[in-house]
């Protein structure tokens, strides 16, 4: 069964464009979460999506933001990219509603320059 | 306040030993689930093991065991007989508002650093 991927891995990119992250969840999963990890915050929750619905979103400017297809998989877009952007992004899915299985991808390290 | 405290930045191990990582928590909920994960340098968060507010046994993984006081709100990682590749960051995390309707958000510690020296 193949795990969570997240595309790309990596991805540098310049101080005021635009990235689009992707996120595809293990097969069968609905429930899908975004996270920003840095060295100073530690992990973060961005916003949670279950059947194309967010159902949370974290304390994020309006510049970060997501979505969710009808196939589960799920696209954050982070807009005017800033250097403390510059992090890794992880996404997690889950099977279940009430999420007491999350599993997460290897990520995409994000780096603003 | 701090939701998630892990107080040990940093810890060392000798292989096939136990070790016990720390982990306490805040919240006034009274369903709650708690979550061990473990980070590589690779990056990828791994599932360890769930504990449930509500579940009257520790929960067990192998060789991984989180021993959960719930009067003292503590939910603490044991890991038997350590190996080379336990070495790792380790994250306790939780998650609040445990209901059908509640959001999946998890809120993680700031991680404690495993070394296992062989």
């Known amino acids: 069964k193949a795990g969570v991927t997240q595309t790309p891995r990596y991805l540098i990119k310049t101080r005021g464009q635009q990235v689009t992250l992707s996120c595809s969840p293990i097969?069968?999963?609905?429930?899908v979460s975004w996270y920003q990890q840095t060295p100073g915050q530690g992990l973060q929750f961005l916003f949670e999506?279950?059947?194309?619905?967010?159902?949370n979103k974290g304390n994020f400017p309006g510049r970060f933001s997501g979505r969710q297809f009808s196939n589960s998989r799920s696209e954050m877009n982070v807009s005017t990219l800033e250097l403390g952007d510059s992090a890794l992004y992880l996404c997690?899915?889950?099977?279940?509603?009430?999420?007491?299985?999350?599993?997460f991808g290897q990520g995409t390290r994000l780096t603003v320059v | 306040a701090q939701k998630i405290t892990q107080t040990q930045p940093g810890m060392f191990v000798q292989e096939k030993e136990a070790v016990t990582l720390d982990c306490t928590y805040d919240?006034?909920?009274?369903?709650?689930?708690l979550f061990w994960y473990k980070q590589p340098s690779s990056g990828e968060m791994i599932f360890l093991i769930y504990?449930?507010?509500?579940?009257?046994q520790n929960a067990t993984e192998g060789r991984y065991s989180l021993n959960f006081q719930k009067a003292r709100k503590s939910a603490n990682l044991v890991i038997s007989a350590s190996q080379l590749g336990d070495s790792a960051m380790y994250f306790c995390?939780?998650?609040?508002?445990?209901?059908?309707?509640?959001?999946?958000?998890?809120?993680f510690g700031k991680g404690t650093k495993l070394s296992v020296i062989p």
């Open positions: 997690a899915s889950s099977p279940r509603r009430d999420g007491t299985e999350a599993f």
């Open positions: 097969s069968g999963h609905r429930s």
């Open positions: 999506y279950f059947s194309e619905t967010q159902r």
């Open positions: 919240t006034s909920d009274q369903s709650y689930g």
């Open positions: 504990q449930g507010s509500y579940d009257e």
């Open positions: 995390a939780m998650r609040e508002s445990w209901s059908g309707a509640g959001s999946y958000q998890l809120t």
